[in-house]
């Protein structure tokens, strides 16, 4: 069954519902006990069948996964999640779905999902998986270019808050134009010939390269080219790019991996502030797990489905706090407060956080005789060593909304562009911004160097706002390069979930050693 992002009434079925110009009859309506909600739900489901026939429920198709992995051994204590979409916003929701099973995701985002990460890149978000002695790593690899096919079937349409005409996939729309335009006459990028990239449109570039590669490849003709037929195409052609980078980067005497890839497909209703609500769907495409480099290819249709109260406990809004496993909560900092002190994790937390004490006793500021404001102002002080105006994330970014505020940037005006490390510890800083803002354009890149190119931000642009005729949009960009000082002062230790001795920035330092 599909996941509904958006609250409200659920309409009733009609059974005179049209998508171009065609009515549907009660042969659309797959019946499911007779509740008017779930063939409403079914007729939505169809509509999508209509151009990805193995189409199914974002939630049904995630709990399949999950089981299927567990099976083969891959778990969020021992695996780490590569996440590849398009920078989008609106791909988050399937990011929201990997988080929950696997933590947060290492990601490799692109324009229309092409992966320019590249070795360095994929071997960065490799080493920050979780590592228990004698035992094989674990990695778990998505990638799932997007297309939107909105309530009424209309491909590349969706309705979007406070811009109801809007579309999905802005890049994959702007390769069809080209290679439509173009037709066979195009002779920049034939099959084989070394790619160029445009250093102002790096991703852009790529992508279209890659798909006129592929296209030819396959011999079709590009005016037979649809937006649903070229987003599979695309699919094919970065699952390819992903393998590669996988049997250069993954060790497989030492790890095991899965891959995970499809179709996201975003059926949205008419208007976006409408009752109808807006569904989710995955067209599965790669699954198989590599165990001992041995490959298994999976069939999640043969996975029994989820019963319909599991479906509601996992499409329900969670309530429940944040998980304390979250990929940049300490779990010895969390222990050593409240956990038994006869646990030696625990013990060791405490007798390392009495050797920082000790070694910076000279630093702590008198604040009121509250011994946490002391420690905190203890860890202020190690980093103002190095960066002396640092304040902390909540404190900057309630001061940015409130300036910000006064200059008439709210989230129902403003979209938020944002461009961290692709680093998972970044995810912090979004999980503070989006509050604010509302799920942000992603722009991310390695190290925090930009690659979205002109056509990248054109896009996350046009997703703005429109409050209202005439009105200016409004845009809210942030930058942030990342680095770890921990809390004994070291420049570039971090402490991960289950991998304590790990590095950040690892492109900054990997820049550094090869310059010095």
């Not at 549907?24 to 063939?39: C, I, M, P, R, W």
């Not at 134009?177 to 160029?196: D, M």
């Not at 495409?285 to 509601?312: C, E, H, W």
Request: charged share 20%.
């Amino acid at each position: 069954m599909p996941s509904a992002n958006k609250g409200g009434r659920r309409r009733m079925v009609k059974m005179e519902d049209s998508v171009h110009g065609q009515i549907f009859n009660s042969n659309d309506l797959k019946q499911v006990g007779g509740s008017a909600e779930e063939s409403y739900l079914a007729l939505r489901q169809n509509i999508v069948r209509r151009y990805f026939p193995d189409a199914t429920g974002v939630d049904d198709f995630m709990a399949r996964v999950e089981m299927e992995l567990c099976d083969y051994g891959f778990n969020a204590d021992n695996s780490i999640a590569v996440l590849n979409l398009c920078r989008d916003e609106i791909c988050n929701s399937l990011k929201h779905k990997v988080k929950p099973i696997f933590g947060d995701p290492f990601n490799v985002h692109g324009l229309g999902g092409v992966l320019t990460c590249g070795v360095t890149g994929m071997g960065a978000g490799l080493s920050h998986c979780p590592q228990s002695p004698g035992e094989r790593e674990k990695y778990v690899f998505f990638s799932f270019p997007h297309i939107a096919v909105n309530a009424a079937g209309e491909l590349g349409e969706i309705s979007r808050a406070s811009r109801h005409h809007s579309h999905a996939c802005g890049a994959m729309l702007k390769v069809l134009g080209e290679l439509k335009k173009e037709g066979h006459a195009c002779s920049s990028h034939k099959v084989g010939q070394k790619e160029v990239h445009d250093v102002m449109d790096p991703e852009y570039s790529i992508l279209k390269h890659r798909m006129e590669q592929h296209i030819g490849a396959c011999g079709i003709p590009h005016n037979k080219l649809r937006l649903d037929t070229l987003t599979l195409l695309a699919e094919e052609a970065i699952t390819q790019d992903l393998e590669t980078l996988i049997s250069k980067a993954v060790d497989t005497s030492k790890a095991d991996y899965a891959v995970i890839t499809g179709i996201q497909i975003h059926n949205w209703s008419m208007n976006f502030e409408d009752e109808e609500p807006n569904l989710e769907f995955i067209q599965p495409r790669s699954v198989y797990v590599v165990n001992n480099g041995v490959k298994t290819v999976l069939d999640i249709g043969a996975v029994s489905a989820l019963t319909p109260r599991m479906f509601q406990m996992l499409s329900a809004p969670s309530s429940a706090p944040a998980p304390a496993h979250a990929a940049y909560t300490s779990k010895g900092a969390l222990k050593a407060g409240a956990g038994d002190q006869d646990d030696p994790k625990s013990k060791q937390a405490i007798i390392n956080g009495m050797k920082v004490e000790k070694k910076y006793a000279k630093y702590i500021r008198p604040s009121h005789g509250s011994a946490e404001e002391s420690y905190l102002a203890l860890r202020q002080n190690i980093l103002g060593r190095y960066f002396p105006d640092a304040v902390g994330a909540d404190d900057f970014v309630a001061r940015i909304e409130m300036e910000l505020c006064q200059h008439g940037f709210t989230s129902e005006n403003t979209i938020a562009v944002l461009n961290l490390c692709r680093d998972e510890i970044c995810n912090s800083l979004k999980h503070k911004i989006q509050p604010i803002f509302g799920a942000p354009f992603n722009v991310h890149g390695l190290g925090g160097v930009l690659t979205c190119g002109v056509t990248g931000m054109g896009a996350g642009l046009s997703h703005a706002p429109q409050v209202r005729p005439g009105a200016r949009e409004k845009y809210v960009f942030f930058s942030f390069p990342h680095i770890a000082v921990n809390a004994a002062g070291e420049l570039g230790e971090v402490g991960r979930a289950s991998r304590g001795h790990s590095h950040a920035c690892g492109a900054m330092f990997k820049v550094l050693g090869e310059l010095k």
